[in-house]
């Protein structure tokens, strides 16, 4: 899940732009033939990725487009995602210029790409291109529409995640914290001998999604996955008295002081910021940003400890919390690379960065948790990476919200972005359940 280039600007996906969508996708000629431009097979292969310039994956991601292009002769046009990749990508589509595969992540608006049109399921693909002993039955199931287990298959999942609190054990000991915080007094506690120290706690962009997902790990601490996924999906947080304790538990901990200074303006970047330069002893943040603190050159990933998030008395985990998923980046198909006269193109560059040594390269440049199977440790390099393949026995994992809240996601942010500032329990549940309905 590779966060830090996603499109979050605020933006509620109607229903009516589903249909206009449609309608267009109609008129542009992307079934067939038509749809390629050709009525032979195609000498190239357009690409719209995720993995831009600047990404961790983008020189991983050149090496297996140069190694495609040698074994076939088949050239990769390949277009940089935008902030606003899926608008990007509608709107060509739209246009009758799509692409033949998108690298992109399994959230928001492409959630309802299938249905839209844009692309197609690969469920066939999957077994017809020897990839179903290869890919991980769970990483699989994540990219199912609606997550469940008879859902057609949206695209190939790729970059997996961890998601685990960072912890900068040097500011802990100069604040006279000792270890790791495991329960929520414990980080109570910890935040105030920071403070005490000029030491910001935990540092969180309150006003993105990685607020968004910080609050859901704290507001499902009482509550079943199952239950979760359906308040999530349907709404109900009020109505839900676990769920609410969740939420007061998160207004608890920020009326304590646990995040940091003017949470609410804060974003992915100022947080990245924060706890690299160390200004601030905590984070929340995925494997993605691994290569990235190593690259700051602050040295933060020789004094950084990977846990979880402490839990609450009485709480539904045992554990300290962490995510993990597969709803990262993948690969989408969308109707002109199902083409007759393209698929096979399609086949051939998907199914090269499914190689052990791919995967591993993957691995060793930008920490993806891999979806195949196999031993990747060897190429596990990255210090920060290696601590957290070591993570399962010391951690539960929390419900990621992104297949779950779908495209209220944007809605649900701004009303978050309320939640770190002053908001009451009461009015975070009514914002969410309205944002959550539409």
Known sequence: MDHRTRPWAARVVAASVVS????????????????????????????VTRWSAGNSAAAAQARVFKAFTDETGVKVNATDGLETIDDQVENAVAAGKSPDVVIVNLYDKTLGWLDA?????????????????????????????????DGQVQGFPYSGFGWPVWYNTDLLKKAGVDTIPTTTDQLIDAAKKLRAKGIQPLTVGGNDWTGQKL???????????????????N??????????KGIQLFTQLRDAGVFADNAAGLNADA????????????MSAGSWAYTEAKGSGTGIETHTTLAGLPIP??????????????????FMITKRGASKDRIDNVRKFITKFYDQ?????????????????GDFGTYATDPLLSQSLKLDP?????????????????PIIQVLTGAYGKSSPDKICKGLDDATKG
């Open 394 to 410: 010391s951690v539960d994992y929390a419900t990621v919200p992104d297949v779950w809240i779908g495209s209220a996601s944007d």
């Open 235 to 244: 709404g109900g947080y009020c109505a839900d008295p676990n769920v609410m």
């Open 271 to 282: 947080m990245y910021a924060a706890y690299y330069s160390g200004k601030a002893a905590i």
């Open 357 to 373: 040594a791919t995967v591993g390269d993957f691995v060793k440049d930008a920490s993806i948790l891999p979806p195949t199977t």
């Open 215 to 233: 609050f859901y790990q704290i507001a499902e601490s009482y509550t079943d996955a199952a239950t979760m996924q359906n308040v999530m999906k």
């Open 117 to 149: 049109g844009v692309t197609v399921p690969v469920d066939n693909y999957i077994k017809q291109w020897g990839l179903a002993d290869k890919l991980k039955p769970a990483a699989v199931d994540e990219w199912r529409v609606g997550g469940k287990p």
């Open 313 to 330: 008395a009485g709480s539904t985990f045992t554990k300290p919390t962490a995510f993990q998923g597969f709803t990262g980046v993948g």
């Open 20 to 47: 206009a969508l449609a309608l267009a996708l109609g008129g542009c000629g992307t079934g067939g033939d038509q749809a390629s431009g050709s009525t032979g097979k195609s000498n190239s292969i357009d690409v």
